[in-house]
């Protein structure tokens, strides 16, 4: 299981943030070829990702690609560029079932082709209204390992407004926690636009955690260290988890026991251990205060 | 005359001009220069042997770009090549 | 002849050793003034004083690139053609660019000054100075000076208002500046003193300046320009590189357990340093900590931090913005200290000697730790310690945060250009991509061996600064000297060469 909690837009046409990109903590990089890149810039930004990519070497984070999409000009001369073993995810804007499932046909050919050995994942912006429809086949599509809400376009194909409470994507984010849980992939949040309002953004991250999200995009390195602290396991969900598993190492599988006088069953087990894992992947300090 | 332009006058960044020419020339001008300037020259050069290109002139306008940067701009201002830009 | 350090030092200079301890004899104060007497015109001033050639003449820069008195006075040795004058100016800025040319044509030689910035640092780099630049520190200052190291003939001290017996303050007036705590020595040792004001009121609010040390008030229209007086750095950084830095710095000093209760700090005034003093503010409201006191040069960040009581006292030497000026003049426990008081190496109670922390800058930072401040990478002036030196001397715990890089330029070397700072004095190195402590703190070390914090060492910082940028070549130097850094006790660190 892949498990996320920021992903961080990366402009592939600016050095200086290229350069820069691993160290603001986040757990992935979007290096973006679309939105932040202008029409006569395409050709460079992807000359200049891929030789960055080539010459530093970033294994502490996932590397994600943002190619103009499917039936833009520039499809497929950006994953001509950016199909190689340096790339980890590719992120693909305005999907729709059938622009992923060629996706990852186009991923499985160019990877033969090119002796790439790993499987290169997809993640999909859910960002039309028929995407949100079509949420459950999509998670279906072997590469996809995480939906990502794109809520600035989806609402404009509404035809609503973004609001502060966020009523306008509430369906959506729940219809995408739902089908990610369901298939054990990240649902990961459509970003907070006002990079000034720390506040705002802890607001709404931790909104769209209580829906069920994980992750959430950062369009600015400044957002990525809140985004990590809401999304990580707190201190005392940790240190819970640990005792939970020191208990269950003493009860000797005797099935049901009790902790601080709380019945602990599977699910309060399965819990534990995903909380677990969490803090390991995300460096997290592990261990259990009263114990040693 | 064939011309290509890439970069830009960005912090990290270099803008590079190719220019179509009778023999190999290389200009740079760049704030590390003290620290960098044969490094970026190797760069271009290489970059250029590699594509067996030696009938131009290249005008390096640097500001700190890393190699990667270098390379990148001077292969871009390349494809870039066309006498719509002169 | 080379000091302990391996740096070249010029004859007629004492080489720092590394053991060497500060002796001090003092000298007696000036004599005491009667009657000051009050002037308006430079020329008579100058014509009282008997200034000529070969003087040494004093300044402060508490109005930093506002200053016009010191511009004034140069106007005045060029307009007499005085030869070989000795400027002693506790910091020099852009402002100040009219001494470029005094420099050239021989009328000033010499210069002792803490910093140096703009043209006039171009001039001496150059080589153009007929005698040596002397760089000393805040607190070494006052000890050139009141060990007679330094005799100054006239000290000009702008005042930002005088009363009518010739007692000066920098707090009222249309240029108030806040304290005068690097002109104090120059007061009480120079053989002359001059204030220079342009507002002269009947009664002060109080005295930061003793008119039985004034021999003159000379009375302009104008002694500067009172915006000039915020140094440019003063604003919290919304660079993402810079507050990752300070994040992760306010978390270092957490896990120390430095934010404890009646702690004591210097921040300064830098962009990422107010991002951290703005975290650990964070973490001082969450749990309810006081500091005893923050020190040095104070910005409204402090002012704010104190009048919300969080900070028991600000002792100020400079004030860095016009809320501190007004603190400084309204709130008792906002302190007014000279630069002996603060960092004086022959004070034993200097009170950077009770500092449990300082976050400091860097230009470049060797593998042993040696920090510059004075000259960039190409070995041009651009500053000079300040109170560098003296901070990171008297704290328990000296912190440099910088970025790793500068464009392509690594600030991690394997030898510093320029030594400002002691690498022995130097503790932690908090860059975006790692933290080093310095190998001799095995205290430190140990505290953060569990730490989730990126800790790693010096020489793996060179390693990845290289990685990145490639190996920068050294800039070679001419053979000429044009300035020496002193340690406090004026002793030469290093040698600044002509570029």
Not at chain 1, 43 to 68: G, H, M
Not at chain 1, 133 to 139: A, G, L, S, T
Not at chain 2, 54 to 61: F, H, R, T
Not at chain 3, 192 to 205: A, F, N, P, R, Y
Request: charge should be negative.
């Amino acid at each position: 299981m892949i498990m996320r909690r920021s992903l961080l837009f990366i402009p592939a046409s600016k050095p200086a943030m290229l350069q820069n990109a691993e160290i603001f903590g986040a757990d992935s990089i979007i290096f973006d070829l679309e939105d932040s890149v202008s029409v006569d810039e395409k050709d460079s930004a992807r000359i200049l990702l891929s030789q960055f990519l080539i010459s530093f070497n970033l294994d502490k984070v996932e590397v994600c690609v943002r190619v103009n999409d499917l039936h833009s000009p520039f499809f497929v001369d950006d994953l001509n560029a950016m199909i190689n073993k340096k790339v980890d995810t590719i992120v693909l804007p305005k999907a729709n079932v059938r622009d992923v499932e060629f996706l990852d046909k186009f991923l499985l050919k160019m990877e033969l082709e090119r002796n790439i050995l790993k499987t290169i994942n997809i993640i999909p912006i859910i960002e039309t209204c028929e995407a949100v429809n079509q949420i459950n086949e999509i998670v279906k599509i072997n590469r996809v390992n995480g939906l990502l809400l794109g809520g600035e376009d989806l609402t404009n194909d509404l035809e609503v407004s973004r609001t502060i409470d966020g009523w306008e994507i509430f369906y959506p984010r729940t219809k995408i926690a739902y089908a990610c849980k369901a298939r054990g992939i990240d649902a990961i949040d459509t970003p907070y636009i006002n990079t000034l309002d720390e506040e705002g953004l802890i607001l709404d991250t931790k909104k769209a955690k209580s829906l069920g999200l994980n992750a959430k995009c950062a369009i600015h390195p400044n957002q990525v260290s809140v985004i990590n602290e809401i999304l990580s396991p707190s201190i005392e969900e940790i240190e819970y988890a640990s005792r939970v598993m020191i208990a269950v190492e003493k009860s000797n599988d005797k099935g049901v026991f009790s902790l601080d006088g709380k019945m602990i069953d599977k699910p309060i087990i399965n819990k534990a251990k995903k909380v677990l894992e969490k803090a390991k992947k995300f460096g997290l300090k592990v261990g259990a205060k009263d114990e040693k | 005359m064939k011309i290509g332009i890439a970069g830009s006058f960005d912090s990290c960044d270099a803008l590079i001009t190719v220019i179509e020419n009778d023999k190999l020339e290389i200009e740079i001008e760049s704030i590390v220069e003290n620290q960098f300037k044969d490094e970026i020259e190797k760069v271009i050069r290489t970059t250029l042997q590699a594509l067996d290109l030696n009938k131009v002139k290249v005008i390096c306008k640097d500001k700190g770009a890393l190699n990667y940067t270098i390379r990148a701009r001077l292969l871009s201002a390349i494809a870039r090549m066309s006498d719509d830009n002169a | 002849m080379k000091n302990s350090l391996g740096r070249e030092v010029p004859n007629s200079f004492t080489p720092y050793m590394e053991d060497s301890l500060t002796s001090f004899t003092p000298i007696k104060e000036k004599d005491k003034v009667v009657k000051t007497e009050f002037l308006d015109s430079i020329k008579e001033c100058f014509d009282l004083l008997k200034l000529s050639d070969g003087m040494t003449l004093s300044f402060h820069h508490h109005l930093r690139n506002g200053d016009g008195v010191l511009n004034l006075v140069l106007k005045e040795i060029k307009e007499r053609d005085l030869k070989d004058i000795t400027i002693a100016a506790s910091s020099i800025f852009p402002v100040h660019e009219e001494m470029c040319e005094l420099i050239e044509n021989g009328n000033i030689t010499k210069i002792y000054t803490n910093y140096l910035s703009g043209p006039v640092a171009k001039t001496i780099t150059s080589g153009k100075m007929k005698d040596l630049l002397i760089m000393s520190t805040h607190g070494g200052r006052p000890f050139l000076i009141e060990s007679g190291k330094l005799k100054i003939d006239v000290s000009f001290i702008a005042a930002p208002c005088v009363d009518k017996a010739g007692n000066g303050n920098g707090v009222e007036g249309k240029n108030a500046c806040g304290t005068l705590g690097y002109a104090i020595a120059d007061l009480k040792y120079a053989s002359k003193v001059v204030l220079v004001t342009d507002t002269i009121k009947d009664k002060l609010e109080f005295v930061d300046l003793d008119r039985q040390y004034v021999d003159y008030v000379l009375k302009v229209d104008s002694i500067g320009e009172q915006k000039g007086i915020v140094s440019g750095t003063t604003r919290i950084t919304r660079d993402p590189v810079g507050l990752i830095i300070a994040r992760n710095t306010a978390k270092l000093i957490d896990e120390l357990g430095l934010i404890k209760e009646g702690f004591s700090m210097q921040t300064g005034a830098g962009s990422i340093s107010l991002a951290v003093t703005q975290y650990i503010e964070k973490l001082m409201i969450e749990r309810q900590i006081k500091a005893s006191f923050a020190l040095g040069g104070i910005t409204s960040y402090y002012v704010k931090m104190l009048e919300s009581g969080l900070i028991k006292n600000l002792y100020d030497v400079q004030c860095f913005d016009l809320e501190a000026v007004k603190s400084y003049k309204n709130n008792q426990n906002h302190i007014g200290i000279s630069a002996t008081e603060y960092a004086g190496p022959h004070n034993k109670k200097a009170l950077v000697n009770k500092l449990d922390f300082v976050i400091l800058g860097a230009t470049e930072i060797d593998v042993n730790f040696n920090v510059n401040v004075t000259t960039d990478s190409n070995g041009i002036i651009i500053g000079g310690s300040g109170g560098h030196f003296d901070t990171a001397r008297g704290a328990k715990t000296t912190i440099i945060t910088s970025q790793l890089l500068r464009t392509r330029l690594p600030i991690v070397k394997d030898e510093v250009t320029t030594i400002t700072t002691l690498g022995k004095d130097v503790d932690i190195f908090v860059c975006e991509r790692g933290i080093a402590i310095n190998p001799k703190r095995t205290d430190l070390i140990e505290k953060l061996k569990d730490s989730t914090l990126n800790i790693t060492t010096i020489d793996e910082l060179l390693k990845k600064a290289h990685q990145i940028t490639g190996i920068p070549k050294n800039v070679p130097h001419k053979d000429k000297i044009v300035g020496v850094v002193l340690a406090s006790d004026g002793t030469v660190i290093d040698s600044i060469y002509q570029r």
